[in-house]
C-alpha cells in the first residue's frame, strides 16, 4: 500500500495551543485506532527551538493521495483548527 508523509503547521494565534491541548487526546485516540486498522505508522509533534509544539508529522499507509486528503481532513487537529496548514507527499520507509 501507498504510504504518505504528512507535515502539518500549527496556527500561530494566541489560543492555539489551548485548542492543540483541548483536542490532543481525541486526536491520540484516532491514532491508536488508525494504527490498529494499519493505516497510522508512526508520528509526533514538531518542537521549535524552546521545545514547545508547533505543528506534526505523520506516516500512513492508505490508498492513495485522494484517501491520505480524506484522511488527514477528518483530523482532530483540522476540525479543532489547530493545523493551519498541512502537506502531503507521497513517502517510502526505508527498509533496512
Keep these: 500500500m501507498p ?13 492555539a495551543l ?6 490532543r487526546q481525541n486526536h491520540l485516540d484516532r491514532m491508536k ?15 521549535d527551538e524552546q521545545g514547545a509544539m508547533n505543528g506534526s508529522m505523520l506516516v500512513i499507509d492508505i490508498e492513495d ?20 496548514s498541512f502537506e502531503v507527499l507521497s513517502f517510502r520507509m526505508a527498509k533496512v
Design 18 to 23: 489551548q485548542r492543540r491541548l483541548s483536542v
Design 3 to 15: 504510504q504518505f508523509l504528512i507535515i502539518a503547521k500549527d496556527e500561530k494565534d494566541e489560543g
Design 65 to 84: 493521495m485522494a484517501a491520505a486528503l480524506k484522511w488527514i481532513n477528518d483530523d482532530p487537529y483540522i476540525l479543532g483548527r489547530v493545523w493551519a
Design 33 to 47: 485506532v488508525e494504527l490498529d486498522k494499519e493505516i497510522f505508522v508512526m508520528g509526533g509533534a514538531t518542537l
